[in-house]
Structure formats: C-alpha cells, structure tokens
C-alpha cells in the first residue's frame, strides 16, 4: 500500500524557516511525481510544490516560488520542502501526496493522488 508521512512542522517566527520531511514507500518512489500541499483552517487545499526524483524536475506555486525549494534523497525515498521567508499567510496543515498534476510548469490537485498524513506549520508575527 502507498504510505506517506509529513513530519517537520511547528512554530516559527515571521521570516523563518523549516524544512519538512515526506518519507514514502509502496510505491515505485523513482518513477513517481510526489507533491507537497497545504489547507489553512477555512481555505481550500492548495498546491505548494512538486517534484519528479527521477529527473530532479521541480515546479512551484506562485505563492511560494523564490521562497520555498523542493528536493529529493531516492536513496531515502524521502522529499524535502525547505521554507524560507516565511509569514503568517503559510501557517497551514502541509501534507505531502502522490501523483499531483505536476507538468507544463504548473503544480496542482489531480484526481489520482494518494494523500498521506500532513504536519502543521504555525507562522507567527
């Protein structure tokens, strides 16, 4: 089965950083586009980032490029999101997921994905 744990949350200051974590298996983790999203209380989920491990190929939300970098160990069949510059407007449950739309320069929420467990991010001002 696809499992997916989110860990690396807690509380930071405006201006910031935290790196989160997204350990995977039971799915073939190099062929695979994996994603990071986020929902604050009352909003929608939204894309934050994704990344194919394979080919290293990488793709951002608006919101977040320049800001955030995604990254990935094969050997761990882990993905990283490091967060910089952070404010209050990311405070959100951020979880990571399978299969995310992922291609032509965009990032976003397609009907295959396979969430897991998400880590909550708390920016303070």
């Known amino acids: 089965e696809v499992q997916l744990q989110a860990y690396g949350g807690g509380l930071v200051q405006a201006g910031g950083s935290l790196r989160l974590s997204c350990a995977a298996s039971?799915?073939?983790?190099?062929?695979?586009?994996i994603g990071w999203f986020r929902q604050a209380p009352g909003k929608e989920r939204e894309a934050v980032a994704c990344?194919?491990?394979?080919?290293?190929?990488?793709y951002y939300a608006d919101s977040v490029k320049g800001r955030f970098t995604i990254s990935s160990d094969k050997l761990e069949n882990t993905v990283y999101l490091r967060m910089n510059s952070l404010n209050p407007e990311d405070t959100a449950v951020y979880y990571c997921?399978?299969?995310?739309?992922?291609?032509?320069?965009?990032?976003?929420?397609?009907?295959?994905?396979?969430w897991g467990q998400g880590t909550l991010v708390t920016v303070s001002s």
């Open positions: 997921a399978t299969d995310p739309w992922c291609q032509n320069g965009e990032v976003g929420i397609s009907v295959e994905m396979v």
């Open positions: 039971g799915f073939t983790f190099d062929t695979s586009a």
């Open positions: 990344i194919y491990p394979r080919q290293s190929s990488t």
